[in-house]
């Protein structure tokens, strides 16, 4: 009997005409633009980034009827600290109120928050209110909703490396034993699948230090679009276009041979 992903990954793929096994499972969204988006139309910076802010339930709601397993969302990394100080203050309420206004939208789809990055440095109505969705979302079993935020690649992989250094102190690891998966299991993303597939709007060509250990093999696709216009067509367009490559991973044979 069909999982409630593969009902949902079987009903978009007829619509939209692919494979269901092409649907992505896991997909990164770099979610670029909202100050351009606002600068473009003579609007002050903090509203592009509420716009952005409201476009992240259209998206999650669409990803979620795709049938996708995780959606990770790059919503402020630990370089976006150098920002002016009333730009970064507004983001932190905005990043409060969100965490609160979605948390019946997570129940009543049964999406399950996590949080990826360094929570400490996060201001405290921010961390709590965190912590409580997190806490209220825990036992949901749909989509996993990942919010990058404080967060940087390279510095979970330093993260990752301290916590592997102090179980081969304490003797709980050995050298010889440590392998990829050692690593993977202390990222931020441990128990979730690689990103398949990343978006990155308002075509930069640039990763911006984001889920750098994950993406080694993910599929890329950049829009033009600033994230407050990304809309789910553009979302399923980005799928279809995953769908059509070879995914080789080094390889001879594509993955659908």
């Known amino acids: 009997m069909p999982t409630a992903f593969e009902e ?36 002050p910076r903090f509203i592009g980034h509420r716009e952005g802010g409201k476009n992240v339930e259209t998206i999650v709601l669409g990803a979620d009827a795709l049938g996708i397993e995780c959606i990770s969302l790059y919503s402020f990394s630990l370089q976006n600290w150098k920002r002016p100080v009333m730009e970064v203050d507004f983001l932190m309420h905005l990043f409060t109120r969100y965490l609160v206004s979605m948390r019946d939208i997570m129940m009543e789809h049964s999406i399950r928050l996590v949080h990826l990055g360094r929570i400490e440095g996060l201001p405290e109505a921010l961390q709590y209110e965190l912590n409580k969705t997190m806490e209220i979302t825990g036992k949901n079993t749909g989509m996993v909703m990942g919010l990058a935020m404080n967060y940087g690649g390279r510095e979970e992989i330093v993260d990752a490396v301290k916590k592997i250094a102090a179980e081969v102190k304490s003797g709980g690891l050995k050298i010889e034993d440590i392998e990829e998966d050692t690593v993977a299991q202390r990222l931020y993303t441990a128990g979730l699948p690689d990103p398949d597939l990343i978006i990155r709007t308002s075509e930069e060509l640039r990763i911006s230090n984001f889920l750098l250990w994950q993406v080694s093999y993910s599929e890329f696709v950049v829009t033009k679009t600033y994230w407050p216009d990304f809309t789910v067509d553009q979302l399923e367009n980005a799928i279809v276009e995953y769908a059509s490559r070879s995914r080789r991973m080094g390889n001879i044979k594509a993955d659908t041979e």
């Not at 009903?11 to 633009?33: F, T």
């Open 8 to 43: 949902k990954r079987i009903k978009a793929a007829e619509r939209l005409g692919i494979d269901p096994n092409k649907i992505p499972r896991h997909i990164g969204i770099v979610m670029d633009g909202n100050g351009r988006w606002a600068q473009q139309r003579n609007l």
